[in-house]
């Protein structure tokens, strides 16, 4: 009998994606031994207030980013699905579709802090094995997980060395014509220059 597939589900609005993204990627590829990493880009994004970019332009530079990587796979499902994107529908439907699987949601610190408002929560960790990828600060101190969080979610630790980046801070760098030398890989920067993303008027 072989062993039960591991299939890693990595999602956001990867607008745009970014080093920080991909070391969480290579950490959990590295770690959690993997069969397969799905990259899951936002369709409808029900928590921010601001209207994310074209998905297809962030379908592709999730393609950019991450191809490199051995098993991963961009899954496109929320973009394709109408309405709002919803992480317990997007866990329910590979459940569907790959029943015998166990699925690894990866998730960050600050995702975690906001677990109990995500639609349908506590059907999350029934789903899934909830990884929180854990850095060290400035000062080189990992901020432990809320206790309350990880016994109601069967939260896990994912260790990752420090990443000062994020999609924020990369497109008001953008914006402002600043570089992100090391933020971005250089096919990606190549690609938001060529078609215009970010920019200011």
Request: net charge neutral; with cysteine.
């Amino acid at each position: 009998m072989s062993a039960a597939e591991r299939i890693g589900v990595f999602g956001g609005a990867f607008d745009p994606p970014h080093t920080g993204h991909l070391a969480l990627a290579r950490a959990a590829l590295a770690q959690l031994d993997l069969t397969q990493l799905r990259i899951v880009p936002t369709g409808q994004a029900w928590h921010k207030a601001r209207d994310l970019s074209d998905a297809a332009h962030r379908l592709e530079m999730c393609r950019l980013l991450f191809s490199p990587l051995p098993y991963v796979i961009v899954d496109d499902s929320e973009i394709r699905r109408s309405g709002p994107s919803y992480t317990v529908e997007t866990l329910e439907a590979l459940h569907a579709q790959r029943p015998s699987a166990r699925l690894m949601l990866l998730i960050g610190q600050d995702q975690a802090a906001g677990l109990p408002q995500w639609h349908r929560a506590d059907e999350l960790a029934r789903l899934a094995i909830i990884w929180v990828a854990v850095r060290p600060d400035a000062t080189g101190q990992v901020a432990p997980l809320d206790p309350d969080l990880r016994t109601r979610f069967s939260l896990r630790s994912l260790p990752m060395a420090a990443q000062a980046v994020s999609s924020t801070d990369i497109r008001e760098r953008i914006a402002r014509r600043q570089t992100t030398q090391s933020l971005l890989t250089e096919p990606l920067e190549r690609y938001i220059a060529d078609h215009h993303l970010y920019q200011t008027p």
